[in-house]
């Protein structure tokens, strides 16, 4: 597996990922992976706070259309975060925190596309849903733990110690 996941970090893209001295490299990559993120769970803990409560006199329609920016988001993370990985492979997959925060960057995913849209259209229509609050908080503590696995992959060596 070692051997397959080194032969991934010496492709040519990932290579110049990793090494080329260019603000386009990764320095590029790395700030579109924050943009994405920022879209895909700025939003998405907007939405939740709304769905709780917060700012109630802000009407949850309009907030409808923020799933497309939220998608984007994704889509930006999703590929800059194929190309950090391929530039770090070898660390990055043996480190478990990083199953970990695909784990919930999946149940985040399907939160959003599963429970929050409906929800959104059904609330924004004037329908009281229960279960609003739970996909919220649910939703809330996803993405904090997504971007907490993220943040600690840096801190933390493939066998889970300190580096």
Known sequence: MHDWLAGIEQTGLATWVREAPTLWAYPTVLFLHTVGLGFLVGLNVTIDLRLLGVAAALPLA????WFPVMWAGFWVNAGSGLLLLAADATTKLLNPVF???????CAGVLNMWYFKRPLVERVAGGQVVRHARLAAVASLLIWIGATTAGRLMGYLAPAGGLP
């Open 99 to 105: 199953g970990i925060k695909m784990l919930f960057v």
């Open 62 to 65: 309009p907030m409808r259309r």
